[in-house]
């Protein structure tokens, strides 16, 4: 199957300072990605769905002012959260999917986990 | 909207027992069916997918699920559990089209004890 790497795999700031997690698709041009949140002990939650060279599409409730997600290539996708808050510590998953992955199958990331002090 | 439901949130089994876990899904249209599982401390892995053809799809490490179009059900079995079994399981789906996100359901944790 395609692979999906993300970095860092974890990262631990303090509150007030701004992070950027990267996602990146390595063998397949992923025109869309999404980014998906967890919570400990709970199930994904959708933050956003990016398309390549596009805005990104937010959730109900998902801030895009302090969730910036950028799709510049059809190989990377970034997700920065500006002024993090202990709040905004978690397990961040992206995943992608092409036009050339058979029914909208997609691949996901190994995740990040943030830790806000 | 879609939506996954997992009715079980935790269940508590013994080696060599058998497993099923149900996943009713709300869509109407067509729709593309996923079993993950997360091991602690892991990420996710994929165990089976259904797109179309056979509704009964087999999968990784024993699991199996089959789609039932009337009941809107995709419910993971396996027929003899193992202590490594043991992870947080997550029915997910999404519509047919291209570009269009996994809704996950809650989650299920399998203890499974030697």
């Known amino acids: 199957g395609a692979v999906v790497s993300q970095h860092p795999s974890w990262v631990i700031c303090k509150s007030g300072t701004s992070v950027k997690i990267e996602c990146r698709s390595l063998d397949f041009q992923a025109t869309t990605m999404f980014w998906y949140r967890q919570f400990p002990k709970q199930s994904l939650m959708l933050m956003a769905t990016?398309?390549?060279?596009?805005?990104?599409?937010?959730e109900q409730g998902v801030e895009k002012d302090k969730f910036l997600i950028n799709h510049a290539s059809l190989t990377l996708s970034t997700l920065t959260v500006t002024s993090a808050h202990p709040e905004d510590s978690s397990f961040y998953i992206c995943s992608a999917g092409g036009a050339g992955i058979r029914y909208n199958e997609q691949f996901f990331g190994p995740g990040t986990r943030l830790t806000v002090l | 909207a879609q939506s996954v439901s997992q009715h079980n949130h935790h269940v508590i089994l013994s080696e060599a027992a058998s497993l099923e876990l149900g996943c009713n899904y709300s869509y109407g249209g067509t729709v593309n069916l996923f079993w993950y599982v997360q091991y602690p401390g892991q990420h996710l892995q994929l165990l089976l997918k259904y797109f179309s053809g056979d509704p009964l799809v087999k999968g990784i490490k024993g699991f199996e699920a089959e789609f039932i179009k009337s009941k809107f059900s995709f419910n993971l079995r396996k027929p003899s559990v193992q202590w490594s079994d043991t992870a947080e399981y997550f029915c997910?789906?999404?519509?047919?089209?291209?570009?269009?996100?996994?809704?996950f359901g809650k989650g299920t944790t399998l203890s499974v004890s030697s």
């Open positions: 990016s398309n390549e060279g596009s805005k990104a599409t937010y």
């Open positions: 997910a789906v999404n519509a047919g089209q291209a570009g269009t996100a996994l809704i």
